[in-house]
């Protein structure tokens, strides 16, 4: 870290700490900056160590953050400056052009997101604004922002004045300690429903009880073609609740992952939970597992203290978790329930998976790796059966090992190298016994299986590499539909 002495004019000038990771990068800042009339650099620093230690000594009037540190983004960072330092304005500038990027960084407590791309001149005034207590958006990203996120980035510039330096409005969007969410979080959960016409009534009705006082609440029902009378009660939840609940009627049954899939792309909270529509999920257990998403991880899932399922569902539930393990490259002692929390970064990503049998855990192990695990009741059915048969478990392992891994295809290229080797060791052993006197030759039988093992092992060597080829065709071509919505009943446009 190094300190610099701004320059003496006859106005103070606005003091600038510079967080990013590149010395090169830091230096351009620096040399950009001091060439203005009213602005300065006061410090530096690559990101790592003391940066709030830092900060509180030098007093800047604004941190200036690189959002990607040392492979991993500012969020975290982000949020700690806003705990220690609320009154302090922070501008993120980013090599990203992805929207959600920005998203992201304003719901972190950021006041401001520029990219690097930008003119000089945009740098500076995003500068400027930030500091002059203003939200800023840069020009880009505000051309391909929704008209939510223009809304809610007005309503931060109406709440952001140069009076606010003192001490910072009740309503305007400040990070919480790590471990609490904010207060104006929003929190949307994705239910998929079938055949629960006696369950999810409830079930929505004690979730918006428990969770409406501390979050903005979104409860997104997908009926994955129930025959029941599951679809109406969706559907009535959604006319006594049109501002909270959301209805999706699938056309015909998909299954419970592409249901999930089809709520994702509807869920508009920072985060999103998915849970069963059976109670199994106490909704008093939403907290325990937004508290620790709020630590920094994309996915949280569940841990069971005693799982309540039937003795095949929880034997295929261990065979399930043992071959994601390999098939996957899962943490062995992760288990992937369905009873998670994902942040609003995976959830952007999850839904860029087109494939027609989405598996949304596999699409989480291939995005990230900053997994939580928490501990939770599961409780006993409240009514009717599972809808998971044998044969749907059987579908499910299927569908994780072919869609989502090359592992049956590298399996049998594995199975070849070993028939090639054996086939090898055998062939060489029968060309020795012709070779050396006094050793007993081979048989008829001994020399055609050396040629068999040695040239079926070639076959399927050659087997498992074109079958590589046309497994990953596979996987980027097959454009199947994940899911057919029939309707869908929304209070957003």
Known sequence: ????????????????FLVDDHPLVRMGLTNII???????????????????QLVQGLQPDIAVVDWSLKDKDATGLIATLRQHLPQMPVLVLSMHEELFYAERALRAGADGFIMKQEATEKIIEAVRTVCAGRAYLSGRMAQVANAETREWLEERRGQHTAADVAAPPAGRATAAPQGQPKGNLRLSIVIPVYNSEATVGRLCEQLLQEL??????????????????SAEVCRQLHERYPERVDCIVLSRNFGEHNAVMAGLNCADGDYCVIMDDDFQNPPSEVRKLVAEVALGHDVVYVRYEAKRHATYRNLGSRLHNWMATRALGKPAELYLSSFKIISRFL???????????????AII??????IGVVSTRHEPRHDGKSGYTLRKLVALWGNMIVSFSLFPLRLLGALGVIMLLLGTCFGLYTLIALLVPGLQDPDSLERLSAT?????????VAVGIVGEYVGRIYMHLNRDPQFIIRSITRHRT
């Open 365 to 370: 192990l291939r995005t990230t790796r900053k």
């Open 1 to 16: 870290m190094t300190t610099l002495e701004p320059a003496v004019a006859e106005r103070p000038r606005k003091k600038v």
């Open 34 to 52: 001091n060439q203005e009339p009213d602005l300065a650099v006061c410090g530096e620093t690559d990101g790592e160590g003391q940066v709030v």
């Open 452 to 460: 068999n093992w040695f040239f079926r092992g070639i076959t399927l």
């Open 347 to 361: 959830m952007q990503e999850i839904v860029r998976y087109t494939g027609p049998d989405p598996y949304i855990d």
């Open 212 to 229: 409406s006082p501390s979050y903005q609440l979104q409860l997104v029902l997908v009926d994955d073609n129930s025959s029941d009378r």
